[in-house]
């Protein structure tokens, strides 16, 4: 996995995480989703660069 894009993935893990649990604090549905959206892209980065791996070796 290439250093840029698993960080990339970790900081919308973290970004995504950080904004579910503000909405869910501030009872906001629509940041909770939103959050919920990004923190889930950030897993797909992550697993297509994983699998990128796997076939790289």
Known sequence: MSAGEKAKAKTEQ???KAEETLGRV?????MT???RA???TGDAR???EK???VFKH
Not at 26 to 30: A, S, W
Request: glycine share 16%; aromatic share 0%; no cysteine.
């Open 46 to 48: 992550e697993a297509k």
């Open 26 to 30: 501030t009872g906001n549905e629509r």
């Open 14 to 16: 973290a970004e995504g």
């Open 33 to 35: 989703a939103e959050g």
């Open 51 to 53: 699998t990128k791996d």
């Open 38 to 40: 990004k923190k889930m």
